[in-house]
């Protein structure tokens, strides 16, 4: 079976805390990609990253970095001194390279509220 | 356009009553996907288009629902007989291709449909 699972339903935190966002996956498929999305209170995801199976370097961007480990099955998110504008949805999702409809399979996304 | 966009943002109808939501994707977007938002819930994916045709259907939840798509662009989602457990947001993405694994979604601002 394919599953997302993003346990931590909603997260707080106060301005300039660094927060976690956990992400762990479950797929038989040796090849695969791995996606974080955010959903602002507009509605509109953004896709934020995007990472294959066989990469598994750390990834830095700006605040963001993201943490791929297979051995757990997890692609953690992490933001750094977190701001307000940070608040929003975040989903990761899978998708297989088994399939041919191109169609992510996401988790249940994580609300993130940073309070100034 | 510039990006995916969905009509109507918001709509509010009777129970039993039918619905058609529209979405219009990126220009020269082959790919074009129908995803659900319940409250409290991930993305639930619904439908896949390559082109005019349906590869994958198979998150249409029952009968009630159907989609199209012409001319390889516009695609409508219709929802027969409206019950008030098809109130959620419905999201539209497309993509360039669809096929290629690492392709990232593009997605619309969604239409907020409440069923009374």
């Known amino acids: 079976a394919q599953k997302v699972t993003q346990a931590q339903t909603e997260i707080s935190v106060v301005e300039k805390e660094d927060v976690t966002l956990d992400c762990v996956y479950e797929?038989?498929?040796?090849?695969?990609?791995l996606f974080w999305y955010k959903q602002p209170p507009s509605g509109e995801l953004v896709f934020l990253i995007r990472?294959?199976?066989?990469?598994?370097q750390n990834e830095i961007s700006g605040r963001y970095s993201w943490n791929f480990q297979k051995s757990t099955s997890s692609f953690n998110f992490t933001i750094t001194a977190s701001q307000v504008v940070d608040s929003a949805v975040y989903f990761c999702?899978?998708?297989?390279?088994?399939?041919?409809?191109?169609?992510?399979?996401f988790g249940q996304g994580t609300t993130l509220q940073v309070k100034p | 356009g510039a990006g995916v966009s969905q009509s109507p943002s918001n709509k509010v109808t009777e129970k039993g009553k039918d619905v058609e939501l529209r979405c219009d994707p990126i220009s020269g977007h082959t790919a074009l996907y129908w995803y659900r938002q319940s409250l409290g819930q991930g993305l639930e994916f619904l439908i896949y288009f390559q082109g005019n045709s349906a590869p994958d259907k198979s998150g249409l939840p029952s009968d009630r629902f159907s989609a199209e798509r012409t001319g390889g662009s516009v695609s409508t989602l219709t929802i027969q007989r409206t019950q008030q457990e098809d109130s959620a947001v419905y999201l539209c993405a497309s993509s360039l291709v669809g096929r290629r694994i690492n392709e990232k979604l593009f997605f619309g601002s969604g239409t907020q449909l409440s069923v009374l």
């Open positions: 797929t038989r498929d040796t090849t695969y990609y």
């Open positions: 999702a899978l998708k297989r390279g088994s399939s041919n409809t191109g169609k992510l399979i």
């Open positions: 990472r294959n199976s066989f990469d598994e």
